[in-house]
């Protein structure tokens, strides 16, 4: 398969409203979605991808709460790959991919939680789960935070109107300490890489 075709004809389907067909061709990402992802060989495939396996989370194509995870996973995992590559290079990535990313940990954070208590140390996991699950909560909290301030600074007027991030707006700024907030940033910016790094190793060809 074409990825860069596909791609094209689920973005003309998404354009003209054609329904059917965007339903048929993201279902067709989602039940092959660790071979889409591991195909995507250029940065315009892997945000692409990411888009697609987002909207197959939105219109909940998955029938299993495995294929739940992993698409949310393979999603994040698309956008990290991308974001790092543009910042290796100097340069400044899309606002939307940025923003993709945002609501990923927002709405589909359920998600990803298991997968962030991986990140903390198995006995830490084992013997106390609801104290993993509570720092993994608050550690996809922060990552949101750091992800709204970096479209803040990088693209001011890109918010304005947006339901969406102003609705995690409101959430965050209800949730964090003013004081902290610089820790916090820092903080999110690592558990971000720790996150992509740890998805790269699952999901290695």
């Not at 945002?102 to 589909?108: A, Q, R, T």
């Not at 996809?140 to 709204?148: E, F, I, P, T």
């Not at 964090?176 to 699952?202: C, G, P, W, Y």
């Amino acid at each position: 398969m074409e990825l860069d075709k596909f791609f094209r004809d689920l973005e003309s389907a998404v354009e003209s409203g054609e329904r059917k067909v965007i339903r048929t061709m993201l279902t067709e990402v989602m039940k092959n979605r660790v071979e889409f992802y591991q195909k995507c060989s250029t940065l315009e495939q892997l945000d692409s991808y990411s888009q697609a396996m987002f909207h197959a989370l939105i219109l909940e194509l998955d029938e299993e709460e495995i294929e739940s995870i992993e698409g949310a996973e393979l999603s994040y995992l698309a956008i990290g790959n991308y974001l790092t590559v543009m910042q290796t290079s100097n340069a400044t990535p899309a606002a939307e991919t940025v923003k993709r990313r945002l609501l990923l940990l927002h709405y589909f954070n359920d998600y990803l939680t298991d997968t962030m208590m991986t990140l903390f140390t198995p006995s830490h996991k084992e013997d106390n789960r609801l104290e993993a699950r509570t720092l993994a909560i608050d550690c996809m909290a922060k990552m949101q935070l750091h992800d709204m301030c970096w479209l803040g600074e990088h693209y001011p007027n890109f918010a304005e109107g947006d339901e969406h991030i102003a609705a995690c707006d409101q959430e965050l700024a209800e949730s964090f300490d003013k004081e902290s907030i610089e820790q916090d940033l820092k903080n999110a910016a690592i558990m971000h890489k720790a996150l992509t790094a740890h998805l790269r190793v699952k999901y290695k060809p």
